[in-house]
């Protein structure tokens, strides 16, 4: 027992301190704050391709868009930028590993006065190892893909709510 009273002591300390820094959460007020009615009020119109449909996804999944009643006040443009290129050649001259990479360049536009609020790009890359299987190695080039485009969601997002919660 005499061990967790400092602990908690400390604990206290540092949560006064914390307090007092300024720091505010960007989500306060849950799903009726001000930044998540702001991110479910973002349209996100189709993207091409596969990897377009699967970003496109991941950022309607983290705008939280089933809580918008359809009205939006911002449009979010997204052009993708999906490679896929051999590294490590082995000896018999074949590639033994290749890496994919998914760039997104982003302009989140307010509807209303047609101003572009965020002109920013986001990205990621993944390693995937070729296989002697061919059905191996594209069902690893489809999970990266599919792991990446969660990725540049997450950024986009998160940059997204950081500009949105600046300008409360």
Do not use: H, K
């Amino acid at each position: 027992m005499r061990r967790l009273l400092p602990s908690w002591t400390l604990l206290g300390v540092l949560s006064v301190a914390l307090a007092g820094c300024g720091l505010q959460p960007i989500y306060s007020g849950g799903s009726n704050g001000f930044v998540a009615s702001e991110l479910a009020a973002i349209d996100v119109p189709a993207i091409p391709g596969r990897e377009g449909w699967l970003v496109r996804n991941a950022l309607n999944d983290r705008l939280g868009r089933g809580n918008n009643s359809g009205n939006s006040q911002y449009r979010l443009d997204v052009v993708l930028d999906d490679q896929l290129e051999g590294l490590g050649l082995l000896t018999d001259d074949t590639i033994g590993r290749q890496r994919r990479i998914l760039r997104a360049r982003y302009q989140l536009i307010d509807v209303t006065t047609d101003t572009i609020l965020i002109d920013a790009t986001a990205g990621s890359d993944a390693g995937i190892d070729v296989v002697g299987s061919e059905y191996a190695t594209i069902a690893a080039e489809q999970t990266a893909l599919e792991n990446l485009a969660q990725e540049v969601a997450d950024q986009i997002v998160v940059r997204i709510s950081r500009t949105l919660r600046e300008r409360q």
